[in-house]
């Protein structure tokens, strides 16, 4: 497989510009597509199902096979699913962990160094129906219906790029903790090893459960964790204190965020209506922080809780949940009718990086039912890690939407492998290798931070990270030396 990523750069970049060579862009992906090499007009697109309308619903991928030798001989495919409901996974392939990055501010895409696709071959999808350029009406109304379709098109995608015999991974971010577990979950069901090979699931800042957990509950412990950034006036502390207090929010993580667990967790959250899953009145104190947040910081960014003004321009118009776009934009730039063209997306579509749930819900009415009635993906979760015995959840510290320690509260709320939760807190330095190039290579070029940068832990097949701001001052010794040379073959070293 050749590697011409500059080419694409180019006119990626190009519209910016305000000129356009749409067709050096459709080469590459030909040739990095091999069943459409010789087929211009056959799109990536599968016909997933057809519903009973008659209307066809259809999911969206960008395909890159591996330029790593050893993945190829694995045979391995990893899935990244981004979440939100309604957040397209194309956005987080140019803005995370895809070959291109095009990060906002900048004037034009880079190529990533850090791929993911330099590891093993990885797919991007839009999906549920109803999300970036997927096709269709949205007919979803839990997640047994998301992991249906998704499974109808991975058989398609399977059989189009002779994938059968390969392992799979299932990866994501934030609402991929609801996707990533019920598609894992319904591969491994079918018994099925040519197609469906699970063999490991990854998830980032995942939404496991009721979304209180993550907010409400957790909100007062962050304001105290970021004092230093949010420095609310007395009046407003005392309000937080005693609102926590009132809705009994910190004697939840006091009783439950223990090493080992104490027990299981009960259904009704504490200050929310159990049949609404709204807070209670008086009990929306996720709400009134926010509000709070932003009359000292507008700029605030729930994503990353440390973004002050100014908002940056961004290419897929997030910014932070900002949606501001580049000047010279008039849509976000996978919206741009060459672009669209040169990636087999269906012209008539219009890309947003995330559905307004108000305006284009991807489940019907907009409502989840396997999130609202509980508890979410801990009904599948334990069955993924006992049939893989490889699942890593993570959590990012700057994480103001979905409040990291969800993640813990979730972890010792699952039974899998015959016990309840991790017997002990996690305290083992996460330890991220120092590659090579270094300041000299230029920022843009090595940007990646290196060291001890978090914790993690693993009992009985499930690993997580996390994180820290409190920076660890361990030092790994022990022969603890890192991997030199470029991101390669997975060298991510856990643990010292
Ligand atoms: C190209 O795509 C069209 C439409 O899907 C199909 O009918 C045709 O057989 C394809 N040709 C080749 C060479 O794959
Ligand atoms: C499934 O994947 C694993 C790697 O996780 C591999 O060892 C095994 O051989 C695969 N099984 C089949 C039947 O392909
Ligand atoms: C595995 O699934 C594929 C796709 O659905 C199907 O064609 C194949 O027959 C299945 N194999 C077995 C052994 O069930
Ligand atoms: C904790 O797990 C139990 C058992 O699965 C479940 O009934 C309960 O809803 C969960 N609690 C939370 C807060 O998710
Ligand atoms: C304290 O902060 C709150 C929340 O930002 C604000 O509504 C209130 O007016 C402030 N009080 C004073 C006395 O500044
Ligand atoms: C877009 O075009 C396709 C193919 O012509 C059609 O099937 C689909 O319904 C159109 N979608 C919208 C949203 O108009
Ligand atoms: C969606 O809302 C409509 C109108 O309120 C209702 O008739 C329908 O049953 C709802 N569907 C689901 C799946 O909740
Ligand atoms: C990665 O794999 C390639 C090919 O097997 C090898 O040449 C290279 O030295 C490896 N890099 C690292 C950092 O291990």
């Given at each position: 497989m050749r590697w011409v990523l500059p080419s694409l750069l180019l006119c990626l970049a190009i519209p910016a510009l305000g000129a356009s060579k749409p067709q050096r862009l459709g080469s590459w992906l030909r040739g990095q597509l091999p069943t459409f090499a010789e087929n211009q007009t056959q799109s990536p697109f599968f016909?997933?199902?057809?519903s009973g309308d008659g209307v066809s619903h259809e999911l969206?991928?960008?395909?890159?096979?591996?330029?790593?030798?050893?993945?190829?001989?694995?045979?391995?495919?990893?899935?990244?699913?981004?979440?939100?409901?309604?957040?397209?996974?194309?956005?987080?392939?140019l803005q995370s962990n895809g070959p291109i990055s095009w990060q906002p501010g900048t004037l034009q895409a880079i190529p990533n160094k850090w791929s993911w696709h330099r590891l093993t071959n990885v797919v991007w999808v839009d999906q549920p129906v109803g999300t970036g350029f997927s096709q269709g009406t949205p007919t979803a109304v839990n997640q047994q219906d998301v992991a249906r379709d998704f499974l109808g098109f991975w058989t398609n995608f399977v059989e189009t790029f002779a994938l059968q015999g390969y392992a799979v991974y299932v990866t994501g971010s934030s609402y991929a903790g609801m996707y990533a577990p019920f598609i894992s979950s319904a591969m491994l069901d079918r018994k099925n090893k040519t197609y469906f090979n699970v063999s490991g699931m990854a998830i980032w800042d995942g939404l496991y459960s009721k979304v209180a957990l993550t907010q409400d509950v957790l909100v007062a412990s962050n304001v105290n964790k970021w004092s230093s950034i949010l420095p609310f006036n007395d009046s407003f502390s005392a309000f937080i204190k005693t609102i926590d207090a009132k809705c009994g929010y910190t004697a939840y993580l006091d009783e439950f965020l223990v090493f080992p667990p104490k027990g299981v967790?009960?259904?009704?959250?504490?200050?929310?209506?159990?049949?609404?899953?709204?807070?209670?009145?008086?009990?929306?104190?996720?709400?009134?922080?926010?509000?709070?947040?932003?009359?000292?910081?507008?700029?605030?960014?729930?994503?990353?809780?440390?973004?002050?003004?100014?908002?940056?321009?961004?290419?897929?118009?997030?910014?932070?949940?900002?949606?501001?776009?580049?000047?010279?934009?008039?849509?976000?730039?996978?919206?741009?009718?060459?672009?669209?063209?040169?990636?087999?997306?269906?012209?008539?579509?219009?890309?947003?990086?995330?559905?307004?749930?108000?305006?284009?819900?991807?489940?019907?009415?907009?409502?989840?039912q396997s999130l609202?009635?509980?508890?979410?993906?801990?009904?599948?979760?334990?069955?993924?890690?006992?049939?893989?015995?490889?699942?890593?959840?993570?959590?990012?510290?700057?994480?103001?939407?979905?409040?990291?320690?969800?993640?813990?509260?979730?972890?010792?709320?699952l039974t899998w492998n015959g016990r309840l939760g991790f017997q002990q807190r996690p305290a083992a330095p996460l330890v991220l290798p120092a590659h090579g190039g270094g300041a000299s290579a230029g920022v843009?070029?090595?940007?990646?931070?290196?060291?001890?940068?978090?914790?993690?832990?693993?009992?009985?097949?499930?690993?997580?990270?996390?994180?820290s701001t409190e920076p660890f001052t361990v030092d790994v010794g022990g022969g603890g030396a890192q991997p030199a040379g470029d991101l390669g073959n997975g060298t991510v070293v856990v643990g010292g």
């Open positions: 016909n997933e199902r057809s969206y991928f960008w395909f890159f096979p591996s330029t790593n030798p050893v993945a190829q001989q694995n045979k391995e495919i990893l899935i990244y699913l981004t979440g939100g409901p309604g957040c397209s996974s194309i956005g987080e392939l967790q009960p259904s009704a959250l504490p200050g929310q209506n159990p049949l609404t899953n709204l807070p209670l009145p008086g009990c929306a104190l996720y709400l009134s922080v926010v509000s709070a947040v932003l009359e000292l910081n507008p700029c605030f960014s729930a994503f990353d809780i440390t973004l002050h003004c100014p908002v940056l321009f961004d290419p897929i118009g997030f910014a932070g949940g900002h949606l501001t776009l580049p000047p010279a934009f008039p849509v976000p730039v996978f919206d741009f009718p060459e672009v669209k063209a040169a990636l087999h997306a269906p012209a008539n579509a219009t890309w947003v990086f995330c559905q307004n749930p108000a305006i284009r819900p991807v489940f019907v009415n907009g409502t989840d609202n009635a509980g508890p979410g993906s801990q009904a599948v979760l334990p069955g993924v890690i006992e049939r893989t015995g490889n699942v890593i959840l993570g959590h990012g510290s700057r994480d103001f939407l979905v409040l990291p320690e969800a993640t813990l509260l979730t972890i010792q709320n843009a070029a090595v940007a990646a931070g290196a060291g001890v940068v978090g914790s993690t832990h693993a009992e009985r097949g499930l690993t997580c990270g996390f994180e």
